[in-house]
């Protein structure tokens, strides 16, 4: 018996030495990258995934041709999100343009470790009544049927990341950030094609509860602040999982946090808990929806980074 203890005493010691000096190894590497070739290689290693990370501000942003564009949009997946650990504000703006009912909605809350915020702009092939909003699937806007959008989420604690960029979906995911959706303020401004577009997008934003006089036009551009969410009343079993869901998001945030203590920057962070804990790595990249396996497709252009950052961007966090 005591035999047997030794050699599990020894096995543990021995896994504990190889870990220290795996995490060395890992920590030594990262060090001695250069700030491009990190930038670089998470480019690469978050592109599958459909996203770019902007080493200038320290957050995740949607690429234009990401592959969730495929899946389009349909309310089961606002539904279904607390149960993937999403839990989030929303705002659906309905409204009809050129013959089509028209989607254009507005997220802010907590994407698994991750607090941020989406813009995401859709429509259906046809004029839908009100009853078929919540059955429906809407298609992403056409490359040239995308508007120049951008958000500014702010936290509670004053920091704020601000992102612009002509989108189908626009988006700012901040790893490591815990918050509550209450929290969050996002101010949206978009730019439609025409004044026509604009007025239907206001009257389906009034329709939605928003008031009037809280929304700024000027010439094609309209701008407002989605900070209070409509009154929603979730049933019993979706308040459990939003619930459950922020308690692991808040545990999450703190081990990643944690984990990557030898770091400050969050690029450094992000390539230490990728080669130190792969597995991490795909779970922190799950930020929005059903995911699937994706590959990357051939002759996919990489989006342009137009992101801008105010307060938050290099702060340790």
């Not at 096995?11 to 491009?36: E, P, Q, S, T, Y």
């Not at 409204?95 to 989607?103: A, H, I, Q, S, V």
């Not at 990341?161 to 979906?169: A, D, G, N």
Request: glycine fraction near 6%.
């Amino acid at each position: 018996m005591y035999a047997a203890l030794f050699i599990l005493l020894l096995l543990a010691l021995l896994g504990m030495l190889f870990n220290h000096v795996r995490r060395k190894k890992i920590i030594c590497k990262i060090l001695c990258m250069d700030k491009c070739r990190k930038c670089s290689l998470l480019e690469e290693l978050v592109e599958p995934f459909g996203y770019v990370f902007h080493c200038c501000c320290g957050f995740f942003s949607s690429g234009i041709d990401a592959w969730q564009k495929e899946a389009g949009y349909t309310w089961l997946y606002d539904y279904m999100a607390p149960r993937f650990q999403m839990v989030f504000d929303s705002l659906p703006v309905y409204f009809n343009y050129d013959g089509k009912t028209w989607l254009i909605e507005f997220w802010k809350g907590q994407y698994g470790i991750n607090t941020g915020a989406e813009i995401g702009i859709y429509h259906a092939d046809r004029l839908l009544s009100e009853a078929e909003y919540r059955t429906a699937h809407f298609k992403a806007a056409r490359e040239d049927e995308m508007l120049s959008c951008s958000l500014q989420l702010c936290m509670e604690n004053g920091a704020c990341i601000k992102t612009s960029e002509r989108h189908w979906w626009l988006t700012a995911f901040i790893p490591g950030v815990f918050s509550e959706p209450s929290e969050l303020c996002l101010k949206a401004s978009l730019c439609f094609n025409n004044k026509e577009m604009l007025e239907a997008f206001r009257c389906g934003l009034c329709r939605a509860g928003y008031m009037e006089e809280l929304i700024t036009v000027h010439n094609l551009s309209l701008s407002f602040t989605f900070h209070h969410s409509r009154p929603e009343h979730y049933g019993l079993l979706t308040c459990f999982h939003r619930w459950l869901s922020q308690c692991l998001n808040r545990m999450y945030c703190h081990l990643f946090m944690w984990i990557t203590r030898p770091f400050d920057c969050m690029e450094d962070r992000i390539l230490f808990l990728y080669y130190y804990i792969p597995f991490c790595f795909r779970r922190l990249m799950r930020l929005r929806r059903f995911h699937r396996r994706c590959h990357k497709k051939n002759g996919c252009r990489r989006p342009k980074c137009c992101c801008k950052c105010a307060s938050y961007g290099r702060k340790k966090l």
